[in-house]
């Protein structure tokens, strides 16, 4: 089966402008994780959706926000773009509690 | 407040060679322990650890939980160029939604020829 699907792959912003980033996860599994991921920092949690219902979210200001829609698929936006905001934006989906993650390509967010 | 500490940050090995891995956390209400394998962007998935003690093994790779000792080990044996990456190890918890890991910093490993 298809595994979890990221687009774009790269996209360059410039410094205020905003960004929205697609997932679209394992056919059947209703959570979709999100996480930021920088070489000083590592990965990091922003947020998790569930039956289009953010259930938890990181500690992100509030730039950052995400949704999910009826088809699992979700989205996550950035608004008002920073240059520390570059950084390798991944998305995993879960089908089962106790069950591995699985992630996407990832999309790589340059800020300038 | 939570932590999941991996060592060594990063190492160069030779074909061949044996390499151990280090992940130590500190969690409230833990549930489980999983390593992943990140060669270029998409982490792969290598091992999920509940119980302390059961040794999980793939091929040349083995991981172990010591849930006394908050740690878990992965090894890997007769190391290959292919083994070159970061590894990753997360803990998941109890009381958060399913769907959220808490990673450390990942173990950059090179193998040369």
């Known amino acids: 089966k298809a595994g979890v699907t990221q687009t774009p792959r790269y996209l360059i912003k410039t410094r205020g402008q905003q960004v929205t980033l697609s997932c679209s996860p394992i056919?059947?599994?209703?959570?979709v994780s999100w996480y930021q991921q920088t070489p000083g920092q590592g990965l990091q949690f922003l947020f998790e959706y569930f039956s289009e219902t953010q259930r938890n979210k990181g500690n992100f200001p509030g730039r950052f926000s995400g949704r999910q829609f009826s088809n699992s698929r979700s989205e996550m936006n950035v608004s008002t773009l920073e240059l520390g905001d570059s950084a390798l934006y991944l998305c995993?989906?879960?089908?089962?509690?106790?069950?591995?993650?699985?992630f996407g390509q990832g999309t790589r967010l340059t800020v300038v | 407040e939570d932590k999941v500490v991996q060592s060594p940050l990063s190492l160069v090995v030779h074909e061949g060679d044996t390499v151990t891995l280090n992940c130590s956390y500190e969690v409230t209400n833990f549930r489980s322990l999983l390593w992943y394998k990140q060669e270029k962007k998409a982490p792969t998935f290598l091992f999920m650890l509940t119980s302390s003690g059961i040794e999980k093994k793939s091929g040349r790779l083995s991981s172990i939980l010591d849930k006394k000792e908050l740690s878990s080990i992965l090894n890997i044996t007769a190391t290959q160029t292919g083994d070159s990456a970061i590894y990753l190890c997360a803990v998941d918890k109890t009381t958060d939604s399913w769907g959220k890991l808490q990673f450390g910093a990942g173990t950059q490993v090179v193998v040369t020829p």
């Open positions: 995993a989906s879960k089908g089962q509690p106790n069950t591995e993650a699985f």
């Open positions: 056919s059947g599994h209703r959570s």
